[in-house]
């Protein structure tokens, strides 16, 4: 089964297309979380996921603060504003689909926690030593993360201690079978590895592999779209940087 992974789509539809239309035919599609926020288009991408029948699908931290399920006063300024702008704009519907997502699940073998295992709504694995800490809290061999918007996996070998941390870069696959991993496919609508691309992966469950994609999208477009909606000029800025 070929699935595609995304995570951190914030509602950026035009990088949500773009990696559809890249991906092309897949068995399946995994969303690691934050499908709203930041972005211009939250309900277009949600409808999105609803369609394409995303399962798993998880909650992330943006998704519940647009619910007004997590305090704002945990955001900083242009991220409450975006949540703010985003929870006024969603149906009934888009509310019910969200709350009923979890942050943590297991499908077909495989861990995924919008942030970690261990602390799934907000922790960030940005170093190896977070990445060692939260290898004990899942009994997969593999844990797909999201959250940090860094394209990055954590590998465990056999009768390591410590776990080793690199970039996952576009085009590379990793054998699954031979260690532990932490995966990260970077984020879909706000890169922040200084690659303004769209990141995304796919996983093969019969190889057990995974690979890196990015794909270019019309940032203009979407920036437009923000500064139509009125959305803060750093969070329409830093869409053409990667940060
Ligand atoms: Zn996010």
Redesign the pocket.
């Known amino acids: 089964m070929n699935i595609l992974v995304v995570?951190?789509v914030?509602a950026n539809l035009v990088a949500l297309e773009a990696v559809l239309a890249d991906a092309g035919s897949v068995d399946a599609l995994w969303n690691i979380?934050?499908t709203v926020?930041?972005g211009p288009r939250p309900c277009e991408c949600l409808d999105v996921m609803i369609d394409r029948e995303a399962n798993p699908a998880l909650v992330?931290?943006?998704d519940l603060a647009c619910l007004g399920r997590l305090n704002l006063a945990e955001f900083n300024p242009v991220a409450r504003a975006a949540a703010e702008w985003t929870a006024v704009r969603l149906s009934p519907e888009h509310r019910a689909y969200l709350s009923d997502l979890p942050p943590l699940t297991t499908a077909h073998g495989y861990t995924l926690a919008h942030g970690s295992p261990r602390a799934p709504i907000w922790e960030y694995v940005t170093s190896a030593s977070l990445a060692t800490a939260n290898f004990p809290h899942f009994d997969t061999d593999v844990c797909l993360i999201?959250?940090t918007?860094v394209a990055m996996y954590a590998e465990l070998s056999p009768h390591r201690a410590a776990a080793d941390v690199r970039p996952f870069q576009d085009g590379e696959t990793l054998d699954l079978s031979s260690a532990r991993f932490l995966v990260n496919p970077g984020?879909v609508g706000?890169p922040r590895d200084r690659d303004p691309r769209a990141a995304y992966a796919i996983l093969d469950t019969e190889r057990r592999a995974i690979t890196a994609h990015r794909v270019e999208y019309d940032i203009r477009a979407t920036q437009l779209q923000m500064a139509q909606a009125g959305l803060p000029e750093v969070l329409i800025q830093r869409l053409a940087y990667g940060t």
């Open positions: 995570s951190d914030h979380g934050d926020g930041y992330g931290n943006h999201g959250h918007h984020s706000q």
